[in-house]
C-alpha cells in the first residue's frame, strides 16, 4: 500500500471507535470548540471556500460557495440536510464513515450548520444500513448529553438539532430535491430547479444539501486548516478559470474483480491502475483488467487502456466519461461481457426512474427493451445506434429531464457502445446470424424470465 497518511480514515481500525470517548480521545470535537469560541459563521464559509472543498456526493459543487448562495440575513429557518442515501451502485464510503467514525461525520454537521446559520439539521439514511442508524443514533445521544447538540452548544450562543430520518432507499432519494420531497413526506420525484435549494428547499425554506464525506471533509479542514488540505489533490488549471481543482483527500471504493476490494483513502488525483494496483492489489486470478466503472455506474465506462486516468474531478470526464461521481471504481476482468454488464445497468436505471419526465421513462425502459432483445438472439445492429440515440437525448445535459438520473443511465450506453462496438456486433451477429441485418421495425419482447 502506498505512504499517504489517512486522515478521514485515521480512526477506523481503533477499538469503539464509533463512542464519543474514543472520538475525543483523539482530539475529537476539538475543532468546534475552538470554531465556536473565535469565529463568526461567515468566517467558517471563507475558510471551506478557500480550500476549494467540492462536494463529494457525486456532482462535485464547491461546498463553500454552495453555502454562500444562501440569502443572507434571511429572518425564518435555514435548514441542513445530509445525505447519506448512498445510492449509487458501487458506493460504501459513506457507510464506513457512519459505522465507524459517527462523531466526525456529527461534528462536521454541526460545523456546516453553525457556517450556514442553520439551527435543525436532518440526516437522511437510506434503511439499508441498519448498524449506520444504530451508531448514529447512540452517537446524536451522546452528543446532546455532552452538549455538542441542543441549546447553547459548548456554552456558545449557537444552537442546533439534528434529527434522523430513515428512506425507503430509491435511487432518485439520493437526488437532491427528491431527498427534501421524500424529508417532507412525499414521492420523491425530483423538483424542477430553479429555485435552487438555497433559496427554497425543505418546507420551501433556504436549505443546504451536502454529503456525509463532504461533512467529515469540513472537520478535518476546521481542524487542520486550509494548507493542509490544498497540500494533497490536484491544483486548479491555471488556463481554465473555472477549475476549482481536486483538492483534499478521497475516500475511494473499490470492488469487483480485484485482490483486496475495499474503502480506501488516497490524495485526489491517482489513477484509476494505482489504485487497482497499488491499493487493490491487481485483477483477481491472474486475469488481466477489461472496464472499469470510475465513479458509480452512472459514470459510464474506463477502458483498461485508459486505465491511466486520473481519478480527479477532471480525469473522467477527459475520457469520455460522465465524472468522477462517487469515486467508486468496480473492476471488469476480462471474462466479463459489455453486453451482460450494459443490460445490467439498464435494467438498474429503468427500474429506479422516478417517470416524471417522458425522456428519461420511455427512453430508460426502451434501452432495456432493446438490451432484452439483443440478450435473447434477436437483436439487429441498427439497435446500437438506436440505444446511442437514446443515450444522446436524454438528460439535464442535453436539457431534456428534470434531474440527472436519466444522464447517468445515458453514461454506459454511450461509453459501452461507443468504446466497446465491435463486442456487441459480434454478439448480435453470433447470437441473430439471420436477422442481424434487419431494419424493420421491432416489436418489444417481454421481460426476460428472472429479470
Ligand atoms: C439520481 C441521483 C442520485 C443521487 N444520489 C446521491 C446520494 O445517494 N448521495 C449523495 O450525497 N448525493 C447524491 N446525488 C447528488 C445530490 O443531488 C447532491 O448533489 C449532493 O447530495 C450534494 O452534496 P455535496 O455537495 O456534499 O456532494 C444524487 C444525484 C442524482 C442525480
Ligand atoms: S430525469 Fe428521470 S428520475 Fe429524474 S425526474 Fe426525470 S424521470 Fe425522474
Given at each position: 500500500?502506498?505512504?499517504?497518511?489517512?486522515?478521514?480514515?485515521?480512526?477506523i481500525?481503533k477499538?469503539?471507535?464509533h463512542?464519543?470517548?474514543?472520538?475525543?480521545a483523539?482530539?475529537?470535537?476539538?475543532?468546534?470548540?475552538?470554531?465556536?469560541?473565535?469565529?463568526?459563521?461567515?468566517?467558517?464559509?471563507?475558510?471551506?471556500?478557500?480550500?476549494?472543498?467540492?462536494?463529494?456526493?457525486?456532482?462535485?459543487?464547491?461546498?463553500?460557495?454552495?453555502?454562500?448562495f444562501?440569502?443572507?440575513?434571511?429572518?425564518?429557518?435555514?435548514?441542513?440536510?445530509?445525505?447519506?442515501?448512498e445510492?449509487?451502485?458501487?458506493?460504501?464510503?459513506?457507510?464506513?464513515?457512519?459505522?465507524?467514525?459517527?462523531?466526525?461525520?456529527?461534528?462536521?454537521?454541526?460545523?456546516?450548520?453553525?457556517?450556514?446559520?442553520?439551527?435543525?439539521?436532518?440526516?437522511?439514511?437510506?434503511?439499508?444500513?441498519?448498524?449506520?442508524?444504530?451508531?448514529?443514533?447512540?452517537?446524536?445521544?451522546?452528543?446532546?448529553?455532552?452538549?455538542?447538540?441542543?441549546?447553547?452548544?459548548?456554552?456558545?450562543?449557537?444552537?442546533?438539532?439534528?434529527?434522523?430520518?430513515?428512506?425507503?432507499?430509491?435511487?432518485?432519494?439520493?437526488?437532491?430535491?427528491g431527498?427534501?420531497?421524500?424529508?417532507?413526506?412525499?414521492?420523491?420525484?425530483?423538483?424542477?430547479k430553479?429555485?435552487?435549494?438555497?433559496?427554497?428547499?425543505?418546507?420551501?425554506?433556504?436549505?443546504?444539501?451536502?454529503?456525509?464525506?463532504?461533512?467529515?471533509?469540513?472537520?478535518?479542514?476546521?481542524?487542520?486548516?486550509?494548507?493542509?488540505?490544498?497540500?494533497?489533490?490536484?491544483?486548479?488549471?491555471?488556463?481554465?478559470?473555472?477549475?476549482?481543482?481536486?483538492?483534499?483527500?478521497?475516500?475511494?471504493?473499490l470492488?469487483?474483480?480485484?485482490?483486496?476490494?475495499?474503502?480506501?483513502?488516497?490524495?485526489?488525483?491517482i489513477?484509476?491502475?494505482?489504485?487497482?494496483?497499488?491499493?487493490?492489489?491487481?485483477?483477481?486470478?491472474?486475469?488481466?483488467?477489461?472496464?472499469?466503472?470510475?465513479?458509480?455506474?452512472?459514470?459510464?465506462?474506463?477502458?483498461?487502456?485508459?486505465?491511466?486516468?486520473?481519478?480527479?474531478?477532471?480525469?473522467?470526464?477527459?475520457?469520455?466519461?460522465?465524472?468522477?461521481?462517487?469515486?467508486?471504481?468496480?473492476?471488469?476482468?476480462?471474462?466479463?461481457?459489455?453486453?451482460?454488464?450494459?443490460?445490467?445497468?439498464?435494467?438498474?436505471?429503468?427500474?429506479?426512474?422516478?417517470?416524471?419526465?417522458?425522456?428519461?421513462?420511455?427512453g430508460?425502459?426502451?434501452?432495456?427493451?432493446?438490451?432484452?432483445?439483443?440478450?435473447?438472439?434477436?437483436?439487429?445492429?441498427?439497435?446500437?445506434?438506436?440505444?446511442?440515440?437514446?443515450?444522446?437525448?436524454?438528460?439535464?445535459?442535453?436539457?431534456?429531464?428534470?434531474?440527472?438520473?436519466?444522464?447517468?443511465?445515458?453514461?454506459?450506453?454511450?461509453?459501452?457502445?461507443?468504446?466497446?462496438?465491435?463486442?456487441?456486433?459480434?454478439?448480435?451477429?453470433?447470437?441473430?446470424?439471420?436477422?442481424?441485418?434487419?431494419?424493420?421495425?421491432?416489436?418489444?419482447?417481454?421481460?426476460?424470465?428472472?429479470?
Open positions: 500500500m502506498p505512504k499517504f497518511e489517512p486522515i478521514l480514515l485515521a480512526n481500525g477499538p469503539d471507535s463512542t464519543l470517548k474514543v472520538y475525543e483523539g482530539g475529537g470535537y476539538r475543532a468546534l470548540k475552538r470554531v465556536l469560541a473565535e469565529m463568526k459563521p461567515v468566517d467558517l464559509i471563507e475558510m471551506v471556500k478557500s480550500t476549494n472543498l467540492r462536494g463529494r456526493g457525486g456532482a462535485g459543487f464547491p461546498t463553500g460557495l454552495k453555502w454562500s444562501l440569502p443572507k440575513d434571511h429572518p425564518g429557518p435555514i435548514y441542513m440536510c445530509i445525505n447519506a442515501d445510492s449509487e451502485p458501487g458506493t460504501f464510503n459513506n457507510r464506513i464513515l457512519m459505522e465507524f467514525d459517527p462523531h466526525q461525520v456529527i461534528e462536521g454537521i454541526i460545523l456546516s450548520c453553525y457556517a450556514t446559520r442553520a439551527q435543525t439539521a436532518y440526516l437522511y439514511l437510506r434503511c439499508e444500513y441498519p448498524t449506520s442508524h444504530q451508531r448514529l443514533q447512540a452517537a446524536i445521544d451522546e452528543c446532546y448529553a455532552a452538549g455538542y447538540l441542543g441549546k447553547n452548544i459548548c456554552g456558545s450562543e449557537f444552537s442546533v438539532d439534528l434529527y434522523m430520518h430513515r428512506g425507503a432507499a430509491a435511487y432518485i432519494c439520493g437526488e437532491e430535491t431527498l427534501i420531497e421524500s424529508l417532507e413526506g412525499k414521492r420523491a420525484w425530483p423538483r424542477i430553479p429555485p435552487f435549494p438555497a433559496v427554497e428547499g425543505l418546507f420551501h425554506k433556504p436549505t443546504v444539501v451536502n454529503n456525509i464525506e463532504t461533512v467529515a471533509c469540513v472537520t478535518q479542514i476546521a481542524a487542520r486548516g486550509v494548507e493542509w488540505f490544498k497540500s494533497i489533490g490536484v491544483p486548479s488549471d491555471p488556463k481554465n478559470p473555472r477549475d476549482p481543482g481536486s483538492y483534499g483527500p478521497k475516500l475511494y471504493c470492488s469487483g474483480h480485484v485482490n483486496n476490494p475495499g474503502c480506501y483513502e488516497a490524495p485526489l488525483g489513477t484509476c491502475r494505482q489504485l487497482i494496483e497499488e491499493y487493490g492489489g491487481g485483477v483477481w486470478k491472474g486475469r488481466k483488467g477489461k472496464a472499469a466503472i470510475p465513479g458509480g455506474i452512472s459514470m459510464g465506462l474506463l477502458t483498461e487502456a485508459e486505465f491511466d486516468t486520473p481519478l480527479d474531478f477532471a480525469g473522467p470526464g477527459k475520457a469520455g466519461c460522465l465524472g468522477l461521481g462517487t469515486a467508486a471504481v468496480v473492476v471488469l476482468d476480462e471474462t466479463v461481457s459489455i453486453v451482460d454488464f450494459l443490460h445490467n445497468s439498464c435494467r438498474f436505471f429503468a427500474h429506479e426512474s422516478c417517470g416524471q419526465c417522458t425522456p428519461c421513462r420511455e430508460t425502459a426502451w434501452s432495456l427493451t432493446m438490451l432484452n432483445r439483443i440478450k435473447a438472439g434477436k437483436g439487429r445492429l441498427v439497435d446500437l445506434d438506436l440505444l446511442l440515440e437514446i443515450g444522446d437525448s436524454i438528460g439535464i445535459m442535453p436539457g431534456t429531464t428534470i434531474c440527472g438520473l436519466a444522464d447517468g443511465a445515458a453514461w454506459p450506453i454511450k461509453n459501452a457502445i461507443r468504446k466497446f462496438r465491435g463486442e456487441f456486433e459480434e454478439y448480435i451477429k453470433r447470437t441473430n446470424p439471420d436477422g442481424y441485418q434487419s431494419t424493420e421495425a421491432a416489436r418489444a419482447l417481454p421481460v426476460l424470465a428472472g429479470h
